[in-house]
Nanobody, 122 residues
């Protein structure tokens, strides 16, 4: 059974950067596409990036395009989300998820991590 653990969240000032990690255990990560999602209090879950099994395909919504970059290191069984130029509206719990293909729809992913909090505030 694939298990995912996110790390790297924290408090950062507007304009700052964070790098989130999604580490897998129980199975090899290169069998899956990986998505990053976020959910802020009172808001719906939003897909913020995804990457295909071997990293050839990535996708981002307009809200983070040019600021967030997803990458994967299958040898380390880890996927990363580099977040730059962070804004207060990026504040949310961020989750990684594994599924059959790269897409920004949460219901299409089978395995989820527990989430990591990102707070952007001065």
């Amino acid at each position: 059974q694939l298990q995912l653990v996110e790390s790297g969240g924290g408090l950062v000032q507007p304009g700052g950067s964070l790098r989130l990690s999604c580490a897998a255990s129980g199975s090899t990560l290169d069998d899956y596409a990986i998505g990053w999602f976020r959910q802020a209090p009172g808001k719906e879950r939003e897909g913020v990036s995804c990457i295909s099994m071997y990293g050839k395909i990535t996708n981002y919504p307009d809200s983070v395009k040019g600021r967030f970059t997803i990458s994967r290191d299958n040898a380390k069984n880890t996927v990363y989300l580099q977040m730059n130029s962070l804004k207060p509206e990026d504040t949310a719990v961020y989750y990684c998820a594994a599924g059959p293909w790269c897409n920004l729809v949460g219901s299409r992913y089978n395995f989820w991590g527990q989430g990591t909090q990102v707070t952007v505030s001065s």
